[in-house]
């Protein structure tokens, strides 16, 4: 063929076409950058798990209850000879006292353990309560009568989730007198986990109950209100609180300074009797808590007891939970994952000016050129990730969008012939960069402002090439292109 004759191009469509391609093509490493975040968050949440293992789990905080065992008869059906035989027989039971109003002050004082590049957020609390109880003056309707309990095993339990946090130790108070502490048989609603004591108290008149307990945990800490009016204040240091559970607080308040929080549970709101047969079972508490606890753990505790001679716990309906949450500021995965999943419409924008330069303007860009470009961009999702673990999401974000839009504008200089081209391929990068940002931190209008931004895109799109013929096959390249 003659040197000469000019060389044949390909149509604005089959242009496309391979844009196309190669964009799909993109995708692949684009899951592999996605895939790779879940492994990351995956390992971060393997490393908070070794750090909170010496330290202590989210904490769920329960009680007091007075506990009194009592005797009552109930009629056993045997089968004796292959006759079904009915006998009366004397059992022991345990009969649950709720407090008629119960005040608890909490102080969480958080730090940061570090484990490698990881971070978990752990507490110590200061737990202090004071809870008056007594009997109901109809007490033989709830099928109980004072002269069967059995005042003299009395027992007041407090219950936290995770025992290994009490390493201070817990102290309970009846009517002023310092009672003598012992481990385990805390309220169902903790997994049975706490500390008790024995309880000078013969039901007559109103018992005083003062309690104080320090508790190590991580990640968040529960109360499970019970009885009559329960009243919680918290307040701590940290800056970042969520709440959550049954019940929300009245009016909290937050600061840079750290937050103050008040519950106030009324016994309506709970649905529970003042005294019950059965213990209140293990709460709803927020999703994403992990017990360290577990319903078989409980009957096997309760197992326990009655092969020492003791009535079997009978645990009845989930109780109900408030819930405070120490949270990270920035969930740095949750952003790079949300980041991750606008990398299409980065290669889409990005590719289409190339397109446009292409077509209307005349420069020749060939598929492996958008090949490479696109790898830039993928590539700022791994750097984004690797960085943001180190110094931050923000910091992370700035560092790996100047890198990807420095390389990408000095590129498209030399793919398009010109400088002027590759200022407006960095420009529209540093907008594109801008505008993800926003969309970030701001999840709620995403959505909306997204939108809008894709339509106008579109309309310019459609001004842009109102004039290209996308069928045009075999046209010779024009010497005098622009």
């Not at 012992?182 to 500390?195: D, T, V």
């Not at 907008?431 to 931004?453: D, K, M, P, Q, T």
């Amino acid at each position: 063929m003659d040197q000469d004759t000019p060389r044949r191009e390909r149509s604005p469509g089959m242009k496309l076409l391979f844009v196309g391609l190669v964009a799909l093509v993109l995708i692949v490493p684009l899951m592999l950058v996605y895939a790779l975040v879940y492994d990351r968050q995956d390992q971060s949440q393997t490393a908070q798990a070794a750090i909170n293992a010496g330290w202590g789990g989210a904490q769920v905080l329960s009680g007091p209850v007075v506990v009194v065992p009592f005797r009552t008869t109930q009629t056993q059906n045997e089968t004796v000879d292959g006759k079904q035989v009915s006998r009366v027989v004397e059992v022991e039971k345990l009969f649950y006292i709720s407090p008629v109003e119960n005040r608890v002050t909490t102080r969480i004082d958080p730090q940061e353990r570090r484990k490698s590049i990881y971070r978990s957020v752990l507490f110590t609390a200061q737990v202090k309560g004071a809870a008056a109880f007594a009997l109901p003056a109809d007490l033989e309707r709830f099928g109980v009568t004072r002269e069967r309990l059995m005042w003299d095993r009395a027992e007041v339990r407090v219950g936290t989730s995770d025992a290994r946090g009490l390493t201070a130790g817990g102290a309970i108070r009846a009517n002023g007198r310092a009672l003598e502490v012992q481990p385990g048989k805390g309220p169902a609603a903790s997994g049975g986990q706490g500390f008790f004591a024995f309880l000078p108290w013969d039901g007559q008149g109103r018992l005083q109950v003062d309690y104080a307990l320090d508790v190590r945990g991580s990640g968040g800490i529960s109360l499970v209100p019970r009885g009559g009016k329960t009243r919680w204040e918290v307040t701590s240091k940290w800056p970042n609180p969520s709440f959550s559970g049954s019940f929300l607080p009245d009016k909290p308040q937050v600061s840079d300074a750290g937050f103050a929080a008040s519950y106030t549970v009324d016994k309506l709101a709970l649905g529970q009797p003042p005294v019950a047969m059965e213990d209140v079972g293990l709460p709803v508490v927020a999703p994403g808590v992990k017990y360290t606890f577990t319903e078989p753990a409980i009957r096997a505790a309760s197992a326990d007891n009655a092969a020492a001679g003791g009535a079997d716990e009978v645990v009845g309906a989930p109780g109900h939970a408030v819930t405070v949450d120490l949270i990270e500021p920035v969930n740095l995965y949750s952003k790079v994952d949300r980041s991750v999943k606008y990398g299409f419409l980065f290669i889409g924008f990005t590719f289409l000016a190339f397109l446009l330069f292409d077509v209307v303007g005349g420069a020749r860009v060939a598929p492996v050129e958008y090949l490479l470009t696109g790898a830039g961009l993928v590539l700022f999702f791994a750097l984004l990730l690797a960085f943001a673990e180190v110094v931050g999401f923000t910091a992370a974000y700035l560092l790996a969008s100047a890198a990807v839009i420095g390389l990408l504008t000095a590129y498209s200089a030399a793919v398009l012939k010109s400088w002027k081209r590759a200022r407006f391929i960095g420009a529209l990068l540093v907008g594109l960069y801008a505008l993800l940002f926003v969309l970030l931190n701001l999840e709620a209008w995403s959505l909306l402002i997204g939108s809008v931004l894709l339509f106008v895109a579109l309309a310019g799109v459609m001004y842009a090439t109102r004039s290209v013929d996308w069928g045009s096959v075999g046209r010779p390249k024009e010497a005098g292109a622009v």
